[in-house]
């Protein structure tokens, strides 16, 4: 992160990819903590590549990036290419809202996040079933859906390549942070229709 200017209803912000950032154009869709972004200005000097993108108020009200300060660090992933690997689940960079990190267990080298979101979202979030976090394609652990809990488990590479290293470490010492959610679009689906046609097919035979 190299800057930030804030308006009434407009955060602009320019990001320095570096090396990531080469090939880039205006108008690429860039992941920056999660949260779907479109570049709107690019700079290539052959050592730094910054890319400036707008967040509106809807994304500002949604996501973390209303927080952003100049210097920090944040989760970076270009779009896919036809072709390319796909691992994990599909991120569309479409956040859902903020969940907090409550708290921060490490086990060794293995890192054990608990995350509190809106209860209502937890028919969505089920063991072993999939969740974004600022990005990252994460497996869920164990679930408290009254509480609006979840556990996810990291391995070094992760708290390395990400800000969840950064995150871990501002909770460890007793703060909350918050992190952008991305609900599986697919869990989503299959939950909504089942209570959409349920009700209907219980009906019908009773």
């Known amino acids: 992160m190299v800057e930030v200017e804030r308006a009434p209803d407009l955060l602009r912000y320019r990001v320095d990819l570096r090396s990531y950032g080469r090939g880039l154009e205006i108008g690429a869709s860039v992941s920056i903590d999660g949260c779907c972004q479109t570049v709107v200005e690019l700079e290539d000097d052959g050592e730094r590549c910054l890319a400036t993108f707008d967040a509106i108020v809807e994304t500002l009200d949604k996501t973390t990036l209303g927080r952003l300060e100049p210097r920090h660090r944040v989760s970076v992933e270009r779009s896919a290419r036809v ?7 599909d991120v569309s960079g479409h956040v859902i809202g903020t969940g907090r990190l409550v708290s921060a267990t490490r086990d060794g080298r293995e890192v054990s996040l608990t995350v509190e979101v809106d209860p209502a979202w937890m028919k969505y979030i089920q063991h072993k079933g ?5 990005g990252s ?6 679930v408290d859906p009254e509480a609006g809990r979840f556990d996810v488990h990291l391995i070094p590479e992760t708290l390395r390549l990400t800000n969840f290293g950064a995150k871990t470490e501002r909770c460890e010492a007793g703060s909350s942070p918050l992190i952008n959610v991305e609900l599986d679009p697919k869990t989503v689906a299959i939950v909504d229709t089942v209570e959409r046609v349920l009700p209907g097919l219980l009906a019908q035979k009773g």
């Open 83 to 89: 072709g390319d690997e796909i691992g994990g689940h």
């Open 130 to 134: 999939y969740v974004a976090l600022d």
């Open 137 to 142: 394609s994460l497996t869920v652990g164990d």
